[in-house]
């Protein structure tokens, strides 16, 4: 059988591959509606997607990740789970069905009172989902995902395109994000052969809540402070600049789930199972802490500096003045890993009490930033820069409790990503002045990155960054064993 490390290290090149293959399909789609659509609708499409995402959180309710983390789960326990989350989401939809016209109402936006009641079918879909994927997790089997993320996007991003070029105006975004999460769980559901039992067993509801309300209190701290900024813009605002706000972070925030995201999942599952050995638990969270930050920092740069010819070229001038949101939250989307790290080693190891603990101090600072930006400045650009502060006090905040949890104090964790993000500075400065000679978009955007790449894997190599010879060794030693295995199987 495979060792934990040959299984983790294969289940974050699937999770990779299928943050990824999605992100690119979604990210193509993106762009075509982008090119169709007027910035007005992605504002309208923001605003619904707040009760979508809120939603999302007390349904799953902090019990998948705590099915994920239970050492003892079974068969009844997964029923359990779904029929509670079940309940949750019919009601939950039925307040939204109701409530539909009072926010469009309250936001000036008649048009939404429909697509929002369709939208909000998603939590249903995903009371079914969140259990699947727990199964998935566990097992470390994330080549199903993969699967299922992939045709997912495919089947939703062409069936919203068709929409969208017929007219269907807010009508495509909202196919899309719906048929996008049906089409996941059906094709998960072809993989994982579980079914829900007409089973629900108190003792373990209770049990597994005790863990799970703190990460709903935490997740519903989060997602309300990520969706704070959408309505108080589309509120004191108008949907045409929520529009360019919202596309100025939809894209490092996709960036940021591809590259952070592959490897949290993953380092969560490998965690809850070594969650005893303290030196293995910070050996892992260490790895992942260097390995995502490796990656994401310097994509964010390359992002930040090329910023303008990338939105002219993929989304039109008419989308120009997302330019500054969109580099702004590559910055905050830079500081992901030193956050969700330390965050997923609490779940890990069954600390969701001090998960709860720092989110509710750091939403406090948030809340304070976002108040004075917004209320007292009343300046648009001013809040999205108040992220930017809040998320810089924040890594402190989220990585304060380490040393005494995991032996792993923030000023380590800050020596870990400095070579990451010292060569990903230098490399975006050395590049940024591509753009001064004038070329076509499509060539200022390939020769740095041509350049960044090359620049950042020199620089790596020539100051022997620890994190490059790890990543070459492991590939190198897969690639053995790899072999090792055909040649067996020859004889």
Known sequence: MASLKERTIGSLFWKLFEQGGSAAITLIVQIVMARILAPDEFGMLAIMLVFVNV?????????????????????????????????????????VFAFAPVVAAFYGMPGIIAPLRVLVLILIVNSYNAIQEAIVARRLEFYKTFRSTVSAAVVSGSIGIGVALVGGGIWALVIQQLLYQLCKCIVLALQV????????????????????????????????????????????????????????????????TVLDGAVQPVMLSAVAHVQDDHARVRRLVRRALKTSTYFIMPAMTLFAVAADPIVRLLLGDKWAACVPFLQVYCFVYALLPIHSTNLQAFNGVGRSDLFLKLEIVKKIIGLAIICFTAFVLHDLTAIVYGYAVSGVICTFVN????????????????????????????????????????????????????????????????????ELSYLLDTLKGMARRRRGADTSAGV
């Open 399 to 466: 990585a304060s409790p380490s040393k005494r949890v995991l032996g792993y104090a923030y000023t380590e964790q800050l020596r870990d990503i400095a070579p990451a993000f010292i060569l990903s500075l230098v490399c975006g400065a050395c590049v940024y002045p591509i753009i001064l000679l004038g070329l076509p978009a499509p060539l200022t955007i390939l020769a740095q990155c041509a350049a960044m790449m090359a620049l950042y894997l020199v620089l790596s190599k020539l100051f022997h960054v620890e």
């Open 193 to 256: 052969p579980w079914k829900p039992h007409l089973v629900f067993e108190r003792d373990r509801a209770r049990h597994l809540f005790r863990f799970g309300w703190k990460l709903l209190a935490s997740g519903l701290l989060d997602q309300l402070y990520q969706s704070l900024s959408d309505l108080i813009i589309g509120k004191l605002f108008d949907s045409t600049q929520l529009g360019f706000v919202s596309q100025g972070k939809k894209y490092p925030q996709a960036l940021g």
């Open 55 to 95: 939603g999302n959180v007390v349904v799953q309710s902090g019990l998948n990740t705590a099915v994920i983390q239970a050492p003892d789960v079974t068969e009844c326990d997964f029923s359990t789970v779904f029929w509670m989350s079940f309940a949750v989401s019919l009601v939950l939809y039925a307040l």
